[in-house]
């Protein structure tokens, strides 16, 4: 499961099975209610919190890690905003020092489409609602707002359970019997200008995973390849998410997909809606995986179905609509 967070106490039962929560309504530091820290925390406020309900505020700031060169927030920064606003909703419990902590994991994204485009000192709303919830399993629709206008709007599944974060270690015996130092980037990957057209213009989050790419391997040329990763300790997505327990975001394997996507194109991508993703393992640091990407063309742009494994544990399953970069809905700003 990629993605998680952790609610600052405990969940309170009721009587339909579903945590019971106490209203809320004022501002709340987002980090209170999300582990997430440094550049992955997107969310400022939780604003709101009623049963099933919650609505958060999420302002961009110019250290963003998803705004490039030009102020312009990378789209997928959108996704990864849905979910930490799902999970402001659910890590807000009322105190109840006697119940242990639950970790909540993103396990999957229906039907989410991106309308518009936003930049730096942007204030944003998120909307969050959840439809249903049974044991371990709540359905949340999410909404994310400039003004008026619906930027971005899709359905997260979430998985939680009672317990602690997982280590890297109990995932070493899953990784490939390969030394770190023996592996070798092929670095014209980097200095590709069909990945990155102005290495100075593009989001650090862009940057640190297209320098993360060891290899591009085309199996179709212009509608299939395969490529591999590698993070390391220092990469950007592991500081915030999470201190002391590292593990790979999720937006950043929907980044991995666009690069792959960008590669086989000869063209920047941009996403502009997910059809479906399944989340079901993590990547820690230095561990190699391999990524699968299928291009086929649409009325708008193409749909691309990738996977994500290591070894022989598939991790992740995506089904994205993409489109060249500056297509999408919405302006981009000067």
Not at 116 to 137: E, I, K, N
Not at 291 to 306: H, I, S
């Amino acid at each position: 499961m990629s993605d998680s967070h952790r609610s600052e106490t405990g969940p309170t039962p009721s009587a339909t099975g579903v945590p019971a929560r106490r209203d809320y309504k004022g501002p709340k530091p987002a980090a209170q209610v999300l582990p997430h820290r440094e550049g992955m925390l997107l969310l400022t406020e939780l604003t709101e919190c009623r049963e099933g309900h919650g609505r958060s505020t999420a302002v961009i700031a110019p250290d963003n890690l998803f705004l490039d060169g030009h102020g312009n927030l990378e789209p997928i920064a959108l996704v990864e905003m849905l979910a930490q606003g799902a999970a402001a909703l659910r890590g807000y419990h009322p105190a109840r020092p006697d119940q242990p902590p639950r970790i909540g994991y993103l396990v999957g994204i229906k039907r989410l489409e991106i309308a518009g485009r936003v930049g730096v000192g942007d204030s944003l709303t998120l909307q969050v609602h959840q439809t249903f919830a049974m044991q371990q399993v709540s359905i949340l629709d999410g909404r994310v707002l400039l003004g008026d206008k619906c930027l971005a709007s899709g359905t997260l599944k979430v998985w939680e359970e009672e317990g602690a974060l997982p280590s890297p270690a109990a995932a070493t015996s899953l990784e490939p019997s390969k030394k770190p130092d023996s592996l070798v980037r092929d670095d014209s990957l980097v200095q590709d200008s069909n990945l990155a057209p102005s290495a100075s213009m593009a989001s650090p989050i862009h940057r640190a995973v297209l320098a993360s790419m060891l290899q591009f391997s085309p199996i179709e040329e212009g509608s299939q390849a395969a490529g591999e990763f590698r993070f390391d300790e220092s990469f950007l997505g592991f500081r915030g998410h999470f201190p002391g327990h590292p593990i790979l975001p999720g937006v950043v394997i929907l980044k991995m997909a666009l690069v792959m996507c960008a590669r086989i194109l000869g063209a920047p991508a941009d996403l502009v809606g997910i059809e479906q993703v399944k989340f079901s393992g993590q990547v820690f640091p230095m561990q190699r995986v391999r990524m699968q990407a299928k291009l086929t063309p649409a009325d708008e742009g193409a749909t691309a179905r990738v996977t994500l494994a290591r070894g022989e544990d598939r991790l992740a399953d995506l089904r994205l609509r993409v489109q060249a970069a500056g297509a999408s809905p919405g302006p981009k700003r000067a």
